[in-house]
T-cell receptor, first 113, second 113 residues
Framework: ETGVTQTPRHLVMGMTNKKSLKCEQH?????MYWYKQSAKKPLELMFV???????ENNSVPSRFSPECPNSSHLFLHLHTLQPEDSALYLC????????????FGPGTRLLVL | GENVEQHPSTLSVQEGDSAVIKCTYS??????FPWYKQELGKRPQLIID?????GEKKDQRIAVTLNKTAKHFSLHITETQPEDSAVYFC????????????FGKGTLLTVNP
């Protein structure tokens, strides 16, 4: 499937590194989301963008910094992460903020050493 | 905010049997209830959803039922097949939560041949 793509698929980083996750959607959607998926926990919504404007920050630590330059692209900039930040980071998109049906990307598996 | 509880956390069935996964929600204003399937190493994919104005929806071997009074909804899979093995997530959203999806913790379904 190529509707929502994410790169890289796997990432290992040290606590002092800076890296970025990229998400791209080819569905013509206007809303994009970042989720964190950890073992034995529900999917946690991190950020929401609607028409390039951030509409939600779910009390996410500042070491995670999102960027949405246009409706098709979403980035998550990472710096000075902690080992407990290791997880699968999923991007999703929907037609707009009022459309509940979300389409997910394959995720980036992040390991922080 | 919304709270979604999902049970069981693991479910093992024989091929051909039925499987039922149940979710309860706390916000009586919730009006959209999707179910996602996530196979190992893959993205969550929407398999069926239901809105609060209907009580049941079917799509081939999959059905979802909603009881608004009791605030619970269930996923029913009939004639299970090994390829149904995956983690299934329920979710709920309401206008009051800005249509944010709140997910359950997931159910690992294993269908034994």
């Amino acid at each position: 499937e190529t509707g929502v793509t994410q790169t890289p698929r796997h990432l290992v980083m040290g606590m002092t590194n800076k890296k970025s996750l990229k998400c791209e959607q080819h569905l013509g959607h206007n809303a994009m989301y970042w989720y964190k998926q950890s073992a034995k926990k529900p999917l946690e919504l991190m950020f929401v963008y609607n028409f390039k404007e951030q509409t939600e920050n779910n009390s996410v630590p500042s070491r995670f910094s999102p960027e949405c330059p246009n409706s098709s692209h979403l980035f998550l900039h990472l710096h000075t992460l902690q080992p407990e930040d290791s997880a699968l980071y999923l991007c999703a998109s929907s037609q707009d903020r009022l459309s509940e049906t979300q389409y997910f990307g394959p995720g980036t598996r992040l390991l922080v050493l | 905010g919304e709270n979604v509880e999902q049970h069981p956390s693991t479910l093992s069935v024989q091929e051909g049997d039925s499987a039922v996964i149940k979710c309860t929600y706390s916000d009586s204003a919730s009006n959209y209830f999707p179910w996602y399937k996530q196979e190992l190493g893959k993205r969550p994919q929407l398999i069926i959803d239901i809105r609060s104005n209907v009580g049941e929806k079917k799509d081939q071997r999959i059905a979802v039922t909603l009881n608004k009074t009791a605030k619970h909804f269930s996923l029913h899979i009939t004639e299970t097949q090994p390829e149904d093995s995956a983690v299934y997530f329920c979710a709920a959203s309401s206008p009051g939560s800005n249509y944010k999806l709140t997910f359950g913790k997931g159910t690992l379904l294993t269908v034994n041949p």
